[in-house]
DNA sequence: AGGTTGGCTGCAACCGGTTGCCGTCAGGAG
DNA sequence: CTCCTGACGGCAACCGGTTGCAGCCAACCT
């Protein structure tokens, strides 16, 4: 149906290359020649197949991009900052979501790797190694996860936790409960090992969760139960869960508990009380991720974010 | 670098023709070759090239859906229910953000068009004469917005419609700000006919304004100013900023003014006040949309969906 | 004038597969 | 022992482009 290069270079009578160099390098074409050329290709309504190109020139100038949950408010930002730096550099990105599943994630990259320039892999729930085996099908750049010889994007974690901890002991909290996130990820360990190894804390681990709403409200009767009067939760959604789940049963978000979140999403904003958070620089490391990928030099950099704290209304002083 | 199809008919001392086969048409080959070339196959770490698989059959089995704004909670649901519905039916779904600006969008649709085999345009900024033209192109499903010729998935937005201001009716209001969404947009155009078909209702307009929670901060002051004692938004994202911008003003939802809105996006549900809205069945629209997408019989049709009010905490009487 | 040079274009191979057509060969029917 | 048939696999053209090489011709140099 749709016009292709012969139909181009029949109608304005000269070779199929020359059509083609008329796109792809038009200073090798006689001025005369190429606006006779781009008439005719106009008049066909011609475009270039993109797919046939990358089969010769081995580029696509498309970008993959791969998250866990595309639902997580956490991920817009970073797409959206994405696409607007690759179109910037005259790529597009096509996003796909795994739904947590490490298969489908998998199949995904199998499916993405001929077809794209390379892969954003954004909070992986693979293993390592078969991140590893997979980036010699591919180029990856990879969030949230530091993988061997791989070009990745962190956001500190441990300094954000931290600073959640800090502001928490500050209000006089001893007992904290960390809830975590999903099995797999680094997130969540990083919080783990922050948390362990601050002195004069009382820490109760609950997890892995879902790192969802529902996971926090599957575990706030527990937390409820554990005594202790604050909450680092794995992310925004899980704390707004922990806060609905609390509310359920009566007990007041700071006036009781203390919850604190990661992230920075939207809902956290809108939420009553206004949820406490430490902003992670999404929309920075889409940005930085893709510059990551283009610039195929950066074999294995590392680039790590800093992350700030966001007190709102969801953390207050420990009760007496 | 990755194995070709030449790599593995050179290994296992056949034709390529005959691993093309093997893998594309196995009963056309006997068992024992082709138990040959699938062992060299996977020893090499050998997978078809998709893209060039897709030059001579035309059939890439990637299909692409295209949003205006990924980070309005709306779509997800809508992604994830049309991931889900392709995968079972052996095809990826890739998607891409225009950031609400028609032109990226002709772009994206231009370029995905031979990658893909077939779009899902989700709530289109585009005009339906330049949609008509791109389906030339590429098979389209569209969704939230009725194109001449081409199969589409709608919502009753009408009836939610009349279904929000019966409700408000009900309640005793006659005074509705009714604060629509962008300039192209057939789901605001569905509901300003409703509501201007409403007898005995006072309708004040407003708009076109961003569907966005900014959108709707931004535009509260005059809301308030109206006189109207309800609001019929846009969308759930609309107004939870007119609330919020109400609150601003010291203005108490729902017992000064009511605010509903559209979509039930999960943000609603967690805000304070609960959000009343129209819900809006975005998982069966993506999967109706890949069901009519693959059966490339159903040439025109049409489906629409029902909507259903959930009445919330957003919503009260009128003050006398 | 003859030899260079350089700009422009055509030729043909190639990217990684697919597929219609035909030849080969073994087994069964007559 | 022929003839036919059907299963199997090789050949080669093709999908829509790209690109190294070579040929042509006009302009330039000496």
Not at 191 to 197: G, L
Not at 222 to 227: D, F, I, L, P, T
Request: charged share 20%; hydrophobic share 45%.
């Amino acid at each position: 149906m749709a016009a292709t290069i012969k139909d181009v270079a029949r109608v304005s009578g000269v070779h199929v290359s020359t059509v083609s160099r008329t796109f792809s390098a038009p200073h090798l074409v006689n001025p005369a020649t190429r606006s006779r050329v781009l008439a005719a290709a106009d008049d066909l309504g011609y475009r270039p197949n993109r797919a046939a190109r990358a089969l010769t020139t081995g580029r696509t100038f498309n970008l993959g991009l791969i998250v866990a949950d595309i639902s997580n408010p956490f991920f817009p930002p970073l797409i959206k900052a994405a696409q607007a730096q690759a179109r910037g550099r005259d790529h597009h990105v096509f996003v796909a979501d795994t739904d947590e599943d490490p298969r489908v994630e998998e199949e995904l990259i199998r499916t993405l790797a001929k077809q794209v320039d390379g892969v954003l892999l954004c909070s992986p729930r693979l293993s390592n190694k078969l991140i590893e085996r997979l980036a010699e099908d591919v180029p990856f750049v990879v969030v949230n996860r530091r993988v061997r010889g791989l070009p990745s994007v962190l956001m500190n974690v441990a300094q954000g936790a931290r600073l959640a901890l800090d502001h928490l002991a500050g209000l006089g909290h001893r007992r904290i409960a960390l809830v975590s996130g999903p099995a797999g990820s680094w997130t969540s360990n990083e919080m783990r090992a922050v948390a362990a190894a601050t002195e004069g804390l009382d820490l109760v681990g609950f997890g892995p969760n879902q790192p969802t709403e529902s996971g926090g409200l599957a575990v706030a009767s527990e937390v409820a139960a554990s005594g202790a009067t604050a909450v680092l939760a794995y992310n925004d959604l899980v704390a707004l869960g922990v806060i609905e789940g609390l509310a359920e049963q009566g007990i007041g978000v700071p006036d009781q508990i203390s919850v604190i979140g990661f992230d920075d999403i939207l809902p956290g904003r809108l939420n009553r009380p206004k949820l406490t958070t430490v902003a992670m620089p999404a929309a920075a490391a889409g940005r930085m991720a893709v510059d990551l990928l283009l610039q195929s030099g950066g074999e294995g950099a590392t680039v790590t974010l800093e992350t700030a704290l966001i007190v709102r209304e969801s953390t207050g002083r420990a009760q007496t």
